[in-house]
């Protein structure tokens, strides 16, 4: 957007198309209070808003002087955020009046590559067309910016949702909840998997929740087509955002595939239902570490109302061996359902007994220090976006880092006991017997005697 500091804040405004003359005029004469003869460029923009002329994002962007608002015929509104691949607005068709998101490849990112990368999310994001997806409207390029423009989804996202949450109120979703937007999004993977498309960056921040809660998956631009990986500008490289990474892609890039979105899927939902991440702490590397080699803390250990079946799912979609992960994102969905239904009933499992799946690692013992226990339980999201150098620095693990030991990892309170009633049944019903046969011998002899 072009900027000039030399300009005030009506010649801007007018300048940029956005007011003209006798509206701007008509402004000044509202702003007045009290037969002001002067009033502040702070006070004519907010008359300005107040009418409905201009935004609170667009009255800054004019008080700083710039005058280009607009990106072919969308007219900016307001700012959304940023992700690694580019700026997010708000705006508007100028002739349709349609609200719309348009997402902009910054120029000084705007590299041969990046380039490359965005056209390539613009082509694959076109193609797809589901309600739990975002959808993909118009691309263009106005001057030397490239831009991208999909459907607008009012709300937020879910990480601000949880971290919303937890700040208010201590707590992240209910199991019916999170259910809800989980299945909802596995939905939408479900459909991109269909096509033969692995989104790679399954995470709370890139699933938008409406206000009637309505999920839907965004941010394709790491996404992959599983038929030809070799054509992906980023194959052999890590990409995604390290709490939700799986073990093969760490280990393996090229053998992404649809189970490594599940297994993000399932870290997000173990996000959004106790508000950590399952390996708080530590720097990207020694999160992809903890990924291949350690379990998360249990669930319960931080939201203690979780069913068992409710846990059980989390831990089928986060398995690191993905023959023994659950098979389909629409599986996902299948076994979320009861607690969309039926609110905070318990469903049956329906996968194998927990001795074969793997064990959580529970959290420290009681003879731990209580700063080390309470640091656990207080460590924040740190989240890295983007691609991971397998050959990064290394900052070290502070203390958020979950302690692993042998002996927890074996702990019988999360193992299943071996059952001796079987036995000790068998060993009462051959001694009964033979205890009143003895007694009987015994008793008729000494019978005959007397």
């Known amino acids: ?62 008080r700083d002087g710039r005058t280009k608002l607009s990106l072919g015929p969308y007219l900016i509104t307001d700012f959304i955020g940023q992700g690694g691949m580019g700026r997010v607005f708000k705006a508007v068709h ?44 118009d691309a263009g390029v106005d001057g030397n910016v490239h831009y991208l423009v999909t459907e607008y989804v009012p709300g937020t996202d879910l990480r601000k949702m949880i971290r919303s949450r937890m700040q208010s109120d201590g707590t992240a979703l209910t199991m019916s909840e999170a259910a809800l937007v989980i299945s909802q999004a596995a939905t939408g993977l479900q459909y991109a998997h269909d096509l033969g498309l692995i ?23 790491l996404a992959a087509w599983s038929m030809g990986l070799q054509d992906d500008p980023r194959a052999g490289k890590i990409v995604g955002t390290a709490d939700y990474l799986s073990p093969e892609q760490i280990r393996d890039p090229m053998s992404v595939g649809p189970l490594s979105d599940l297994y993000s899927l399932g870290c997000t939902l173990y996000y959004t239902v106790t508000g950590k991440v399952p390996f708080p702490g530590g720097d990207s590397k020694a999160k992809c570490r903890r990924h291949c080699e350690e379990t998360p803390w249990h669930p319960r250990n931080l939201a203690p109302d979780l069913a068992e079946d409710f846990v059980d799912t989390i831990a089928d979609m986060m398995e690191k061996d993905p023959a023994r992960r659950i098979q389909s994102a629409a599986e996902v969905a299948e076994r979320l359902e009861p607690w969309i239904t039926s609110g905070l009933s318990v469903a049956p499992s329906s996968v194998a007994a927990s001795e074969t799946r793997q064990a959580w690692t529970p959290p420290p013992p009681p003879h731990e220090p209580a700063q080390l226990r309470e640091s656990l339980r207080s460590a924040q999201d740190e989240s890295g976006s983007g691609a991971i150098s397998r050959s990064g620095s290394r900052n070290g693990e502070n ?52």
């Open 1 to 62: 957007m072009t900027r000039n500091p030399r300009l005030s804040f009506a010649e801007a405004a007018i300048r940029s198309g956005l007011i003209s003359e006798k509206k701007y005029a008509r402004a000044v004469e509202l702003a007045k209070t009290n037969d002001q003869d002067e009033v502040s460029d702070a006070q004519i923009s907010e008359a300005l808003i107040k009418s409905g002329l201009i935004t609170s994002y667009q009255a800054q962007q004019l």
């Open 94 to 137: 100028r002739v349709m009046g349609r609200e719309c998101a348009v997402k902009v490849l910054p120029l000084e990112k705007s590299t041969r590559e990046s380039r490359d990368s965005f056209m390539r999310e613009i082509r694959l994001q076109a193609g797809l067309d589901n309600p739990y997806v975002v959808r993909a409207f």
């Open 199 to 221: 989104h790679r960056d399954i995470k709370p921040g890139n699933i938008l929740v409406t206000p009637d809660g309505h999920a839907k998956l965004s941010d394709i631009g």
């Open 399 to 450: 203390s958020a880092s979950l302690p692993v030991s042998a002996d927890w990892e074996t702990t019988p309170s999360l193992r299943p006991r071996p059952s001796h009633a079987k036995a000790i049944s068998i060993a009462l019903a051959i001694a009964i017997p033979i205890s009143l046969a003895i007694g009987f011998v015994i008793g008729y002899a000494i019978h005959g005697k007397v």
